[in-house]
């Protein structure tokens, strides 16, 4: 039981941090904007993206939301997560840039995973 909370906390933890980490990117950093218009996205995308993962990641941090609106961020971040790699892969950039929003899906399944264990425990 104790194992399956760490594991959750620590791949959960690193999803939020890398949200709030890109959310923040996406508001303040020239490059990013830069990266959205090479992807061929609109400037508004940018901004409505970092707001909706600003709001996912306090979802799957707080412990005493429900678990549906939690299993909605997960979706929602899984999706994120396959569009950008799918993005990238349409833009033609590296193989090593298209992969890595795939490295964060699986964190994101891990951290998914040990949710529901960690609910069936409890």
């Known amino acids: 039981m104790k194992k399956n909370k760490i594991i959750y906390w620590v791949a959960?933890?690193?999803?939020?941090?890398?949200?709030?980490?890109?959310?923040?990117?996406?508001?303040?950093?020239?490059?990013m904007k830069t990266a959205f218009v090479h992807l061929g996205f609109p400037s508004y995308f940018r901004v409505e993206l970092a707001a909706a993962k600003i709001v996912g990641a306090l979802v799957l941090i707080i412990p005493v939301l429900k678990n549906q609106i939690k299993t909605?961020?997960?979706?929602?971040?899984?999706?994120?997560?396959?569009?950008?790699?799918?993005a990238?892969?349409?833009?033609?950039?590296?193989?090593s840039v298209a992969v890595a929003p795939l490295v964060f899906l699986a964190l994101l399944a891990v951290?998914?995973?040990?949710?529901?264990?960690?609910?069936?425990?409890?």
Do not use: C, R, W
């Open 88 to 95: 990238h892969e349409a833009s033609g950039d590296p193989v």
């Open 72 to 86: 909605f961020a997960y979706a929602g971040f899984a999706i994120t997560f396959i569009s950008a790699f799918v």
């Open 12 to 31: 959960t933890g690193i999803i939020t941090l890398m949200m709030l980490f890109s959310a923040f990117s996406y508001l303040t950093n020239e490059a």
């Open 111 to 122: 951290s998914y995973l040990f949710y529901i264990k960690t609910q069936k425990a409890a």
